[in-house]
Every structure is written in structure tokens, then in C-alpha cells.
């Protein structure tokens, strides 16, 4: 089932590092966008695209037959759509919710039976790929939800990204999403170190790079965080206060799963300590400077 273009009036809330360039592609994609963000400043260039500004999230919600959220934590995630001004409040039936930010799987069940009560339609739809992905629609997004809902929003993810994998029922897109975040954990305490061993040892980093990168390890983070490091660009892609926020879901859920994630543990108490000294608005690659403290 799919449903004309033409018909469709998306809302889309979140206009952040990555918001921005979804919504930006929804738009030049032809669909009708409705947008709304707590700093109005930040959706300037959108309106002047032709996106069409909202005063509220209740606003939004009974004019959009599709909404997209892309916001910063869970709390704000249960806020907007189960408070009373919020959106399942206020939606029409038949509406399709997709909420994109990294929540948590129970809270993500919790929104789609209280959708499916009011006959609306959800999706946790978390995605990877940070500014970069986002800016180049090339982001991976990991679904949990009804096949049927999947179906009928597949075409408007695939204009956010390229990698969109339908995991399993409500909830599957956020526990996938703590999978690719543990992964990525360890892997930037190795690059990080990876890095000062290269500078250290007198090597041109730029040229270990090129080498390791081609060869068994490899990754996304390798490839496009470690040339940042080099670079001292510490600026977000993705922040340090929204990776730490992750990491503690997953070490939650992996508790509340009986399982012991020593190597999350301790990505968690670098980043920690790394947002104590006043680094939690950097991008994840920041975490390169507790090593060069000792460099």
C-alpha cells in the first residue's frame, strides 16, 4: 500500500545537526513539510524553502497525516507524544508517527500501543550515519514496527538514507540502534588511541590512516572521525551529551537482560569524565583528548 505524494502532509519536528538536512531533503523531494522546533532560528532556511512553520507541536499534529521526530532524549521523546498537548492528543486517525531519535525500546512499545489504540500508526526508526549521513541521505535507519506501517513509509525514509532494515515489532529499531552504539563505543576509544600511538611514535597520522583504514580495521568511525581528529575538529556530528545519553540506555537494557558490557562500561566512564571537563557539546571525536592531555 502506498499513498500519492501529493496526499501526504509531513510534520517533522527537531530541526538539529541532523533535522535540518532531513527535513531539507523531504522537501526538495516535493512532499508538503511542516515543520517545528523549539528555536525558530533554526528552520530559517527551511521556510525560506517553502517549508510551511508551526507554532506547537499540537498545530503540527492535526494538520500532518505523517510525523517525524528527530529530537534530543527520551523524556522529550514520552513529552511530545503523550503529553496532553502532544501529539498522539492531537493527531487525526490514520496517521503515521516515526520517531527517529535514539530512544528507549520500552518507550517505544509504550507509543505504539497507545498509537494503535487511537488508530494511528508507529514506527521507531532510529538511524547511523551522523551530519555527514544526514547531509548526503545516506543514513542507515533501523525499523521496529508493523510491516504494513513499514511499507507504506519506506518511501519517505528512502529519501533520509539507503541502509533501511525493518528489525522486528515495536521497539526492535531502538534495541538495533543500542547494537550499532555499543559497537562504536569501544572501536572510538581504540581509534582515539590508535591516533596518540601514531603521533607518539612520530608517524604522519594522515599516512597511518591511509594505510589502516584500507585494511582489516576499517570502519566507519576510522574513515571519517579519526581525519577529524587529526584535523583538532572537534565539532558535532553527533554529541558527546546525546552519546552518553545512549550508552546508558544500553548498559539499562543490557542490565535489565542479565548481561555484562565491561567494554560499554568503560567507553561510558571515558565519555563521562570527557563531558566533566566541559566537552559534552563536542562531537564524539572529541573523546582524542583525554589522550592528548597525556601526549
Known amino acids: 500500500m502506498n499513498i500519492e505524494k501529493s496526499n501526504i502532509t509531513i510534520g517533522f519536528i527537531g530541526i538539529g545537526v541532523m533535522g535540518k538536512s532531513m527535513a531539507g531533503h523531504l522537501l526538495k523531494a516535493g512532499y508538503n513539510l511542516h515543520i517545528y522546533t523549539r528555536t525558530k532560528d533554526k528552520a530559517t532556511d527551511l521556510i525560506t524553502q517553502g517549508a510551511v512553520w508551526k507554532n506547537s507541536v499540537t498545530e503540527l499534529a492535526k ?51 497507545i498509537a494503535k489504540e487511537k488508530d494511528m500508526f508507529s514506527l521507531d526508526a532510529p538511524v547511523s550515519g551522523g551530519d555527514i549521513g544526514a547531509r548526503e541521505a545516506r543514513l542507515t535507519i533501523m525499523v521496529g514496527g508493523e ?7 519506506k518511501p ?14 515495536a521497539g526492535a529499531g531502538q534495541h538495533t540502534k543500542m547494537c550499532n552504539q ?37 570502519s566507519w568511525s576510522l574513515s571519517n572521525l579519526a581525519p577529524r581528529i587529526i584535523k583538532e575538529d572537534f565539532e558535532p556530528g553527533f554529541f558527546v551529551k546525546h552519546f552518553i545519553k545512549d550508552m546508558g540506555i544500553a548498559l539499562e537494557e543490557a542490565s535489565s537482560m542479565g548481561m555484562e558490557m565491561p567494554g560499554l562500561e568503560l567507553a561510558k566512564k571515558l565519555y563521562d569524565k570527557l563531558a566533566n571537563q566541559g566537552e559534552e557539546d563536542r562531537g564524539t571525536q572529541a573523546l582524542y583528548k583525554l589522550w592528548e592531555q597525556k601526549t
Open 63 to 113: 494538520q500532518a497525516n505523517v510525523i517525524i521526530t528527530m529530537i534530543g532524549y527520551p523524556q522529550d521523546v514520552e513529552s511530545i507524544y503523550l503529553g496532553s498537548n502532544g501529539i498522539i492528543s492531537n493527531a487525526n486517525k490514520g496517521t503515521y508517527l516515526i520517531d527517529m531519535t535514539t530512544s528507549t525500546p520500552t518507550l517505544a512499545q509504550k507509543i505504539a500501543q
Open 147 to 153: 510491516s504494513q506501517a513499514f511499507e507504506v513509509c
Open 156 to 169: 519517505i525514509l528512502e529519501k533520509l538514507g539507503v541502509n533501511i532494515t525493518l528489525q522486528g515489532e
Open 182 to 218: 555499543i559497537a562504536i563505543a569501544t572501536n572510538m576509544i581504540g581509534i582515539c588511541e590508535s591516533v596518540a600511538y601514531a603521533q607518539t611514535a612520530g608517524l604522519d597520522p594522515e599516512k597511518v590512516l591511509q594505510s589502516i583504514s584500507a585494511g582489516a580495521a576499517g
